[in-house]
Antibody, heavy 127, light 111 residues
Framework: QITLEEPGPTLVKPTQTLTLTCTFS??????????VGWIRQSPGEALEWLGI???????RYRPSLKSRLTITTDTSKNLVVLMMTNMDPVDTATYYC???????????????????WGRGTLVTVSS | QSVLTQPPSASGTPGQRVTISCSGS????????VNWFQQLPGTAPKLLIY???QRPSGVPDRFSGSKSGTSASLAISGLQSEDEADYYC????????????FGTGTKVTVL
């Protein structure tokens, strides 16, 4: 059974760096075809993909946020970390981590889909 | 803004069939598979359909997905009150160094 969990609600000040840890179980990020992604949702808005880290440590980021995002993993501890610099009130949102799995008989980063999600954590950016 | 366009709302009475459209382009739906997510109020999204038309284990067969060209659709047959939720389509987009894009979302109301 795959589960993922983000930390509790977080308050950060403008210009600070957000650090979120996703703790997971039921899979290994060292296994071929696995990945973990980050998605956020501002209040009342649609979902917005932020980035993904694959089993081989390859990463992809949302182009418009790429300069501010870093995703890392500690496979021995079953966790993935999202760092986002220079936070602004517009970054206030619920942040989700999600397990990603590669489609059978498919190669490449576009072959992954998100099948299990954490409950999400509300990040508020305010002074 | 999202590059996948969905109608903002859809509705039906219990037992009816509701269809939600998702319009994209050659760089996303036209060249990659489509996924659909259901988001009940106050909860995390749940995968409903992957690889255009496949259902994960546990998803009722009342939910079905299809894709044609640069558009996709989700159908809910035998609508039930617990289907009242927001629904999002999603796909990888090959432009701009590749990113995963979600649709604008559709609120389904059971009348």
């Amino acid at each position: 059974q795959i589960t993922l969990e983000e930390p509790g609600p977080t308050l950060v000040k403008p210009t600070q760096t957000l650090t979120l840890t996703c703790t997971f179980s039921g899979f290994s990020l060292s296994t071929s075809g696995e990945g973990v992604g980050w998605i956020r949702q501002s209040p009342g808005e649609a979902l917005e993909w932020l980035g993904i880290i694959y089993w081989d440590d390859d990463k992809r980021y949302r182009p418009s946020l790429k300069s501010r995002l870093t995703i890392t993993t500690d496979t021995s501890k079953n966790l993935v970390v999202l760092m986002m610099t220079n936070m602004d009130p517009v970054d206030t949102a619920t942040y989700y981590c999600a397990h990603s799995r590669r489609l059978p008989r498919c190669n490449g980063g576009n072959c992954y889909y998100f099948d299990f999600w954490g409950r999400g954590t509300l990040v508020t950016v305010s002074s | 803004q999202s590059v996948l366009t969905q109608p903002p709302s859809a509705s039906g009475t219990p037992g009816q069939r509701v269809t939600i459209s998702c319009s994209g382009s050659s760089s996303n739906i036209g060249s990659n598979t489509v996924n659909w997510f259901q988001q009940l109020p106050g909860t995390a999204p749940k995968l409903l359909i992957y690889n255009n038309s496949q259902r994960p284990s546990g998803v009722p067969d009342r939910f079905s997905g299809s894709k044609s060209g640069t558009s996709a659709s989700l159908a809910i047959s035998g609508l039930q009150s617990e289907d009242e939720a927001d629904y999002y389509c999603a796909a990888w987009d090959d432009s701009l160094n590749a990113l995963y894009v979600f649709g604008t979302g559709t609120k389904v109301t059971v009348l």
